[in-house]
């Protein structure tokens, strides 16, 4: 079945660094892919998101290029803030069904130090 | 505007007792969805609601479980006879309508503790 493997946490970095957290998935039909990412203390919300290969997904300085030739949708930001730890997660939207439900990765925990 | 509300946010259950969750999606959304999330199993989906049609069960993880939606609007989670196990947070999402593309925009979770 369809499934989503992100790389594990925790990841710590300092200020001003550069992020990736690898995310690579196996699906049937042409899912969509999205990063939803949880803050401390608040719900899921979403990041950012690609409907088709090679679509760049961009927000808040994040990105994420869908690869259908590698499977994959890493998230990168440029130089990471205080305010972005947070847990991360890559998700997919079942090609088969239609229905838009999520399969999710296991969450990649962020923290960010000064 | 509003956006999605779940109730209670916390429920501390006995073994073996029911409980209801109650989730208020975003006005006019007409797909829903319900999650749990858990340290063991992560994030995974359980029912999916769109319109007046037959709801998508397959994500339920027993018969304990059920769900329904009145009115096409707010929907109510059911467990009977909890176990430990059913321990977890439980996310309501909707979206404007159903399908790979549209965005769900997630409630803040029940937490649910089962002693």
């Known amino acids: 079945g369809d499934s989503v493997t992100q790389m594990e946490g925790p990841v710590t970095l300092s200020e001003e660094a550069f992020l990736t957290i690898n995310c690579t998935y196996t699906a049937t039909g042409y899912p969509s892919l999205f990063w939803y990412v949880q803050y401390p203390g608040e719900g899921l919300q979403l990041l950012l998101k690609a409907t088709k290969a090679d679509d760049k997904g961009s927000n808040k300085g994040f990105e994420a290029t869908y690869r259908k030739e590698t499977t994959s949708f890493h998230l990168e930001k440029g130089s990471v803030q205080v305010s972005d730890s947070a847990v991360y997660f890559c998700a997919l939207s079942h090609g088969s069904s239609n229905t838009g439900k999520l399969i999710f990765g296991q969450g990649t925990t962020l923290q960010v130090k000064p | 505007g509003a956006g999605v509300s779940q109730s209670p946010s916390n429920k501390v259950t006995e073994k073996g007792k029911d409980v209801e969750l109650r989730c208020d999606p975003i006005?006019?959304?007409?797909?829903l969805y319900w999650y749990r999330q858990s340290l063991g199993q992560g994030l995974e989906f359980l029912i999916y609601f769109q319109g007046n049609s037959a709801p998508d069960k397959s994500g339920l993880p027993s018969d304990r479980f059920s769900a329904e939606r009145t009115g096409g609007s707010v929907s109510t989670l059911t467990i009977q006879r909890t176990q430990q196990e059913d321990s977890a947070v439980y996310l309501c999402a909707s979206s404007y309508q159903p399908g790979l593309t549209d965005t769900q925009y997630f409630g803040p979770g029940t937490r649910l503790t089962v002693l």
């Open positions: 006005s006019g959304h007409t797909a």
